[in-house]
Protein backbone atom coordinates (compact mmCIF):
# COMPACT_ATOMS: atom_id res chain seq x y z
CA UNK A 1 0.00 0.00 0.00
CA UNK A 2 1.09 3.50 -0.80
CA UNK A 3 1.24 6.05 1.72
CA UNK A 4 -1.26 8.98 1.18
CA UNK A 5 0.12 12.01 -0.83
CA UNK A 6 0.09 14.68 2.25
CA UNK A 7 2.68 12.62 3.80
CA UNK A 8 5.00 13.81 1.42
CA UNK A 9 7.94 16.47 1.88
CA UNK A 10 8.15 18.92 -0.72
CA UNK A 11 11.72 19.94 -1.54
CA UNK A 12 12.84 22.12 -4.45
CA UNK A 13 15.95 20.86 -7.45
CA UNK A 14 18.67 22.20 -5.03
CA UNK A 15 19.02 21.79 -0.81
CA UNK A 16 21.18 21.93 2.03
CA UNK A 17 21.73 18.50 3.52
CA UNK A 18 23.78 17.19 6.18
CA UNK A 19 25.93 14.03 6.76
CA UNK A 20 25.70 13.05 10.01
CA UNK A 21 27.70 9.98 9.72
CA UNK A 22 30.44 12.59 8.21
CA UNK A 23 29.97 14.93 10.79
CA UNK A 24 29.15 17.73 7.81
CA UNK A 25 26.74 20.20 8.96
CA UNK A 26 26.18 21.70 5.61
CA UNK A 27 26.58 20.70 1.84
CA UNK A 28 24.67 21.85 -1.03
CA UNK A 29 22.80 18.99 -3.06
CA UNK A 30 21.10 18.82 -6.17
CA UNK A 31 17.82 16.59 -6.30
CA UNK A 32 18.31 13.96 -9.22
CA UNK A 33 15.53 11.94 -10.10
CA UNK A 34 17.18 10.97 -12.96
CA UNK A 35 19.67 9.03 -10.86
CA UNK A 36 18.93 5.54 -9.00
CA UNK A 37 21.51 6.72 -6.18
CA UNK A 38 22.99 9.31 -4.49
CA UNK A 39 26.68 10.49 -5.21
CA UNK A 40 29.23 12.15 -3.26
CA UNK A 41 32.42 14.26 -4.13
CA UNK A 42 35.06 12.26 -3.14
CA UNK A 43 38.75 12.12 -3.12
CA UNK A 44 41.65 9.67 -1.89
CA UNK A 45 39.22 6.58 -1.58
CA UNK A 46 41.39 3.90 -0.08
CA UNK A 47 39.66 0.13 0.24
CA UNK A 48 40.53 -1.69 3.34
CA UNK A 49 39.76 -4.51 5.39
CA UNK A 50 37.95 -4.36 9.30
CA UNK A 51 37.15 -7.22 11.25
CA UNK A 52 37.24 -9.48 8.15
CA UNK A 53 34.55 -6.73 6.36
CA UNK A 54 35.57 -4.74 3.24
CA UNK A 55 35.41 -0.88 4.04
CA UNK A 56 36.17 2.35 2.35
CA UNK A 57 38.33 5.55 3.65
CA UNK A 58 37.60 8.72 1.82
CA UNK A 59 38.36 12.53 2.45
CA UNK A 60 35.33 15.05 1.33
CA UNK A 61 35.36 18.61 0.75
CA UNK A 62 31.88 19.91 1.55
CA UNK A 63 32.34 23.51 0.09
CA UNK A 64 33.82 23.98 -3.68
CA UNK A 65 36.76 25.41 -4.91
CA UNK A 66 38.21 24.95 -1.00
CA UNK A 67 39.45 22.42 1.39
CA UNK A 68 37.41 24.57 4.60
CA UNK A 69 36.12 21.66 6.95
CA UNK A 70 37.51 18.96 5.11
CA UNK A 71 36.86 15.39 6.67
CA UNK A 72 38.01 11.61 6.20
CA UNK A 73 35.13 9.44 6.45
CA UNK A 74 35.56 5.27 7.08
CA UNK A 75 32.81 3.75 6.30
CA UNK A 76 31.68 -0.61 5.41
CA UNK A 77 31.37 -0.58 1.34
CA UNK A 78 27.62 -1.67 1.00
CA UNK A 79 28.70 -2.76 -2.60
CA UNK A 80 30.68 -1.60 -6.11
CA UNK A 81 28.81 -1.04 -9.31
CA UNK A 82 28.85 0.09 -12.66
CA UNK A 83 27.80 3.45 -13.29
CA UNK A 84 26.93 5.52 -16.29
CA UNK A 85 27.17 9.22 -16.03
CA UNK A 86 25.07 11.82 -17.28
CA UNK A 87 28.15 11.92 -20.00
CA UNK A 88 27.50 8.10 -20.63
CA UNK A 89 30.69 7.24 -19.53
CA UNK A 90 31.08 4.15 -17.72
CA UNK A 91 32.81 3.97 -13.86
CA UNK A 92 33.15 1.15 -11.23
CA UNK A 93 32.56 2.89 -8.08
CA UNK A 94 32.11 2.17 -4.25
CA UNK A 95 28.82 2.45 -2.81
CA UNK A 96 28.56 2.73 1.09
CA UNK A 97 25.15 2.99 3.12
CA UNK A 98 25.30 6.95 4.67
CA UNK A 99 22.23 8.97 6.84
CA UNK A 100 21.24 11.92 4.74
CA UNK A 101 18.88 14.91 6.77
CA UNK A 102 17.11 16.65 4.14
CA UNK A 103 14.74 19.30 4.88
CA UNK A 104 14.73 18.03 8.51
CA UNK A 105 14.23 14.49 7.56
CA UNK A 106 16.89 11.87 7.83
CA UNK A 107 16.98 8.82 5.55
CA UNK A 108 19.22 6.10 5.24
CA UNK A 109 20.59 6.50 1.10
CA UNK A 110 22.98 4.31 -0.86
CA UNK A 111 25.45 6.97 -1.79
CA UNK A 112 28.36 6.14 -4.40
CA UNK A 113 31.79 7.59 -3.85
CA UNK A 114 33.28 9.91 -7.14
CA UNK A 115 35.36 12.83 -7.90
CA UNK A 116 32.54 15.60 -8.61
CA UNK A 117 35.38 18.33 -8.77
CA UNK A 118 34.17 19.39 -11.95
CA UNK A 119 30.72 19.60 -11.34
CA UNK A 120 28.32 22.39 -9.82
CA UNK A 121 27.19 20.03 -6.58
CA UNK A 122 29.44 17.95 -4.50
CA UNK A 123 26.24 15.83 -3.94
CA UNK A 124 23.59 14.50 -5.84
CA UNK A 125 20.79 13.04 -4.04
CA UNK A 126 18.98 10.38 -6.30
CA UNK A 127 15.69 8.14 -6.72
CA UNK A 128 16.12 5.69 -3.57
CA UNK A 129 16.88 8.70 -1.29
CA UNK A 130 13.52 10.54 -2.97
CA UNK A 131 11.05 7.59 -2.52
CA UNK A 132 11.74 7.86 1.17
CA UNK A 133 8.86 10.26 1.52
CA UNK A 134 9.59 13.58 -0.78
CA UNK A 135 8.34 15.03 -3.94
CA UNK A 136 10.25 17.40 -6.16
CA UNK A 137 9.34 20.76 -6.71
CA UNK A 138 11.35 21.64 -9.88
CA UNK A 139 10.64 25.46 -10.06
CA UNK A 140 11.41 26.06 -6.15
CA UNK A 141 14.70 25.97 -4.22
CA UNK A 142 16.32 25.26 -0.92
CA UNK A 143 12.57 24.61 0.61
CA UNK A 144 14.21 23.21 3.66
CA UNK A 145 16.32 26.33 4.54
CA UNK A 146 19.60 27.44 3.76
CA UNK A 147 23.23 27.19 5.71
CA UNK A 148 23.29 30.28 7.66
CA UNK A 149 25.12 33.24 5.90
CA UNK A 150 28.02 33.25 8.64
CA UNK A 151 28.61 30.03 7.41
CA UNK A 152 28.38 30.23 3.69
CA UNK A 153 30.35 33.44 3.88
CA UNK A 154 33.06 31.68 5.86
CA UNK A 155 33.25 29.30 3.06
CA UNK A 156 33.16 31.24 0.44
CA UNK A 157 35.90 31.73 -2.29
CA UNK A 158 38.36 30.20 -0.68
CA UNK A 159 41.09 28.14 -2.90
CA UNK A 160 41.03 24.36 -2.88
CA UNK A 161 43.99 22.86 -1.09
Known sequence: MTEPLHSNTIIGWREWVSLPDADVEWLKA????????????????EQFERDGAEWVRFGIHP??????????VELPVHD?????????HTQQRFV????????????????????????????????????QGFL??????FVGGR????????????VEV
Open 30 to 45: KIDTGARSSALHAFEI
Open 96 to 131: VLMRIVLHGRPVTAEVTLTNRDEMGFRMLVGRQALR
Open 147 to 158: APKEVRRRNRGR
Open 136 to 141: VDTKRS
Open 63 to 72: WQRTGADART
Open 80 to 88: RRRIRSSTG
